[in-house]
């Protein structure tokens, strides 16, 4: 299944709580490459923050994945990790949790942008 994926396009890949990540596969994200790895991790309390990183690197070195969807919660957790990632592809994008609202002033990605732009410039 990973290679029809593969032919059709790229793939979106999850870091998050139990709820996050059903709730995506529900929606028909869930893959299994040919290595057998997913293209997502459950993370709960007792994971540990270099489970975390090493998922999320892993992630990152994968040619078939061009979107990293990650709780905000476990992005602050692997900020350093996340900092560094200048690439465009893949895509990090925080998004919130059941239990955690979305906080844009710890967005990485949004403070990046924020800086590209001039506030003047977007009022017309």
Not at 39 to 48: I, L, Q, R
Not at 76 to 95: G, N
Not at 103 to 108: E, G, L, P, V
């Amino acid at each position: 299944m990973a290679l029809h994926s593969a032919i059709k396009g790229k793939l979106i890949s999850v870091i998050g709580d139990e709820d996050t990540c059903v709730g995506f596969l529900l929606g028909g994200i869930g893959e299994i490459n040919k290595n057998r790895h997913p293209n997502f991790m459950v993370v709960d309390k007792n994971t540990a923050v270099s489970e975390i990183e090493d998922c999320f690197k892993r992630f990152l070195k994968r040619d078939d994945i061009d979107i990293i969807l990650i709780n905000q919660t476990y992005a602050e957790l692997i900020r350093h990790i996340i900092d560094a990632h200048t690439s465009p592809v893949p895509a990090v994008l925080e998004i919130p949790s059941k239990d955690h609202p979305y906080d844009a002033s710890k967005d990485s990605i949004l403070r990046r942008a924020r800086g590209m732009f001039n506030p003047e410039d977007l009022v017309r």
